[in-house]
């Protein structure tokens, strides 16, 4: 095989993890509070949540529940009470797809919904 083919393959094999890599972009604190105020998330199978401006959120799952939501330090955080605790997440997006992903790396996906 010629070094070009080579290099070819390597690139053709390579693609698609790089596409991957590429699709999700890490968003700034103005980023998220651009793609989340007034916004309302699909989650799939009935579960949704909103976001208003006034940094209150709603939550679906069968029954609702209500927290607050800030931006702090280019992250998403969220308090639900009874809890007095903030759990912050890494947000990314592709798209119409928002993505949270918390300190141990799992991601929860949502569409905006139209």
Not at 54 to 70: C, D, E, I, P, V
Request: proline share 3%; net charge negative; aromatic share 14%.
């Amino acid at each position: 095989m010629s070094d070009g083919m080579r290099r070819f393959a390597l690139i053709f094999t390579l693609w698609p993890c790089f596409l991957t890599a590429q699709e999700f972009r890490t968003l700034t604190g103005d980023e998220i509070l651009s793609a989340l105020a007034d916004q309302k998330l699909d989650y799939g199978n009935g579960v949704w949540q909103t976001f208003d401006k006034a940094m209150l959120t709603q939550y679906f799952a069968g029954g609702h529940s209500a927290g607050r939501w800030s931006v702090r330090d280019d992250r998403y955080c969220s308090l639900w009470p009874p809890s007095d605790l903030w759990a912050c997440y890494d947000v990314h997006q592709n798209g119409d797809v928002i993505r949270f992903v918390d300190e141990n790396g799992a991601t929860t996906d949502g569409k905006l919904a139209d």
